[in-house]
């Protein structure tokens, strides 16, 4: 109350004078009455400032996605050039594969690591099955790290539960090309 210990719009005096009770008085009348005659004023300048701040926020959200989004992409793109988008420097051995996305594994990983707190919580489960199916394929399991198997080419002699021998000819580029493109489109829809 000492801001308001003199109010010469009313034209009171207060402080230290024997009825300050019916001033006090007087100026909350008076303030609630300046209250309530702007009320609808007041109540749309913070409506507007709750918009305006949500607005602001959802802006930066959307501009960190899409910074972190890039920064993903260009991960992939950076470790898998010559294989992804456009396999031109697919080795035909295996062997040669299965070293070069081991040695590329950490630092995919660390762009998938990055980029996860950027996809909503609906979608997240299914980024890292798409990530499990990259580095461990359709069948991997949890306690392997990486596993290539899905990227070779060939053909594949199984067995099935009644013993019969089934033939299953795959193709390791086109997996490939699946899975990866299975993890950027997190990247695309932000």
Known sequence: MRLLSNCPSLGIEWRNQ????????????????????????????????????????????????AVAAEKFRNAFYNELKGLYPTPTDL??????????????????????????????WYRRWFFFRAWHRYRLGK????????????????ETVTSNQHGKEIIE?????????????RLMKYARTL
């Open 91 to 120: 080795p035909k051995d295996f062997h040669i594969l299965d070293n070069r996305l081991r040695k590329s594994f950490m630092v995919l990983q660390c762009a998938v690591d990055e980029f996860k707190h950027f996809i909503p």
């Open 139 to 154: 069948d991997g399991r949890d306690i392997d790290q990486q596993y290539y198997g899905q990227y070779k080419s060939g």
């Open 18 to 65: 024997p009825g300050h009770a019916e001033a006090r008085q007087k100026i909350m009348q008076y303030s609630i009455d300046v209250l309530g005659g702007h009320i609808s004023q007041i109540a749309g300048a913070l409506i507007m400032a709750c918009i305006v701040a949500y607005l602001a926020g959802f802006n930066n959200r959307r501009n960190r996605c």
């Open 169 to 181: 000819i795959t193709d390791g580029k086109k997996n490939f090309k699946h899975n990866v493109d």
